[in-house]
C-alpha cells in the first residue's frame, strides 16, 4: 500500500470542514459523531505530496508562484496515462477550484437570463454559482431505473425553449456514482451540438472509478464537439488535496480559450503556490496511490452497502465511481425530518440532505465513504440500530 488509508489522523481543529463545522450544522459533536458529508476523504496524500509541501516550508519563501511548465507537463502526463486522453499543455488553465471555475464559465460563455442546464440529482453547488451569477437553472430529471440513473434526453430535448446557452454535466455523476457510457456521452454532446450549448464537462471524480467501469473524457467520446466543450478536472478529490483550491480548465478552441483567458484575467486570478506545488507531486506520483484508493473504497462500499441493505426500505444506489453513496429512504415510509432526526440524533452521522441535490433528491441522504474502513463498520452498525424498529 503506497499510503496506510486505516491510519487515525486526529482532524479535529485543523480547520477541516467536515469534521470541525459538522456541529454547526447537524448538530452532531466531533467528540463521538462521524463526519460523512463533505467530499473530502480523511486519508493522507501520496507521501511525494507532502514532501513537496514539506520542502515549501523549508525553503521558507513564499512569494508569488511562477514558470508552471512543470505542472503543466505533470497535468498531460497523467491524463495520457490514466485517461489515454492527449491534451496540449496550452490549453490549460489554473482555476482556484472547480467551484471557481465553473462560475468563470458562466461569465465567459453565458449572459444574464440564459438557461444552464443540469441533471438533477447533481452536485448541489452548481444551482449555487448558476443562481448567483442570475442565471437560469434547468433541471433536466435523471430517470432512476431500479437504483441506476439515466438521462432523458428526448424528454430534455423536447422541453428546451431557445434561451438555454450552457450544460454543466457531471461525468462521473454525484451524487449516484454512474460513469456514462460513450453512448450516454454521444447523446449528450449530439443535443449540445444541436442546440448550440457550450458542454462543461465536470470530470473532477474521474480516477475514482470501480472496475469494470471506464470514464472516457467527453473529448475521446465526442472530439466533433472541441468548439463547445470545456473539460474540468482536478486532483482535489482523488488525493485529498482540495485545501490547495487549484483546478483544471482545459480548452482546445481558440475562441472559447479566449474568452476564459479573459474573464480569468478580469478576476484576477493567480496560480496557488501550495496548490501547484501539490497538484504537480500528486499528478507525477500518484500512480500506484490511486489504485491502492479505489481497491479500499470498493471495500468500504462493499461493507456500506451490504450494511445498510439489511435495514428493510433503506437502498444505497451501486456506485460506479466516487466514494459517495447515495442512500435512498423512500420504502422506510417515514418523512424525511424523521429519518434525518435518527441519523443525526440517534446514529450521531452528519450526512448531506438530498433536497440539496435538486430535483429528485429529497429521500435521499449522501454518505461519504472517504474514510477509514472502521468507521464504515462502525456507521453500518448504528444506522441498524437507529432503524432497528423496521428489521
Ligand atoms: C462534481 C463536482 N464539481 C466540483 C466540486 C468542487 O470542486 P472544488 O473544490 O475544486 O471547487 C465538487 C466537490 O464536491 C464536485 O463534486
Known amino acids: 500500500m503506497s ?53 515549501l516550508a523549508d525553503h521558507g519563501i513564499h512569494g508569488y508562484y511562477g514558470g508552471d511548465e512543470t505542472c503543466r507537463a505533470a497535468v498531460c502526463g497523467w491524463m ?11 490549453d490549460i488553465f489554473f482555476a482556484h477550484g472547480l467551484g471557481a471555475a465553473i462560475s468563470l464559465c458562466l461569465t465567459a460563455f453565458t449572459k444574464k437570463g440564459d438557461g444552464v442546464i443540469v441533471f438533477s440529482p447533481v452536485y448541489h453547488a452548481f444551482a449555487k454559482y448558476i443562481n448567483a451569477n442570475d442565471r437560469v437553472l434547468v433541471e433536466s430529471p435523471l430517470i432512476n431505473d431500479n437504483g441506476r440513473y439515466s438521462m432523458d434526453i428526448p424528454a430534455l430535448e423536447a422541453s428546451l425553449t431557445g434561451k438555454e446557452t450552457m450544460m454543466i454535466f457531471c461525468s462521473p455523476h454525484n451524487p449516484g456514482g454512474r460513469v456514462w457510457s460513450r453512448q450516454e456521452l454521444r447523446e449528450v454532446a449530439d443535443l449540445c451540438a444541436r442546440h448550440d450549448i457550450i458542454l462543461i464537462s465536470d470530470e473532477i471524480h474521474h480516477d475514482l472509478v470501480f472496475p469494470p467501469h471506464k470514464n472516457i473524457a467527453m473529448p475521446l467520446a465526442a472530439p466533433e464537439i472541441s468548439n463547445r466543450l470545456i473539460m474540468l478536472v482536478a486532483p482535489s478529490k482523488t488525493f485529498n488535496i482540495a485545501g490547495g483550491m487549484t483546478g483544471c480548465v482545459v480548452i482546445s478552441d481558440p475562441e472559447l480559450h479566449k474568452k476564459y483567458s479573459n474573464a480569468s484575467i478580469a478576476a484576477g ?98 454518505f461519504n465513504l472517504g474514510c477509514r474502513r472502521e468507521v464504515v463498520i462502525d456507521a453500518v452498525d448504528r444506522l441498524q440500530e437507529a432503524f432497528k424498529d423496521l428489521q
Open 3 to 55: 499510503v496506510n488509508f486505516d491510519e487515525i489522523i486526529e482532524r479535529r481543529g485543523s480547520h477541516s470542514v467536515k469534521w470541525d463545522k459538522m456541529e454547526a450544522v447537524y448538530g452532531v459533536s466531533p467528540e463521538n459523531g462521524l463526519p460523512m458529508w463533505v467530499a473530502d476523504t480523511d486519508f493522507k496524500p501520496p507521501q511525494a505530496v507532502n514532501d513537496a509541501v514539506t520542502a
Open 80 to 90: 495520457q496515462r490514466q485517461h489515454g486522453w492527449e491534451i496540449k499543455p496550452d
Open 269 to 366: 486570478v493567480h496560480n496557488n503556490r501550495y496548490g501547484m506545488t501539490m497538484l504537480e507531486a500528486a499528478y507525477n506520483n500518484g500512480d500506484e496511490y490511486v489504485a491502492d484508493l479505489v481497491e479500499y473504497l470498493a471495500e468500504n462500499h462493499r461493507i456500506f452497502d451490504e450494511g445498510i441493505t439489511k435495514i428493510p426500505g433503506v437502498k444505497s444506489m451501486k456506485l460506479e465511481a466516487t466514494y459517495l453513496a447515495w442512500v435512498d429512504f423512500s420504502d422506510t415510509g417515514m418523512p424525511m425530518e424523521e429519518v434525518k432526526s435518527r441519523v443525526e440524533k440517534h446514529a450521531k452521522i452528519a450526512a448531506n440532505y438530498g433536497e440539496t441535490f435538486g430535483n429528485g433528491g429529497k429521500n435521499f441522504l449522501r
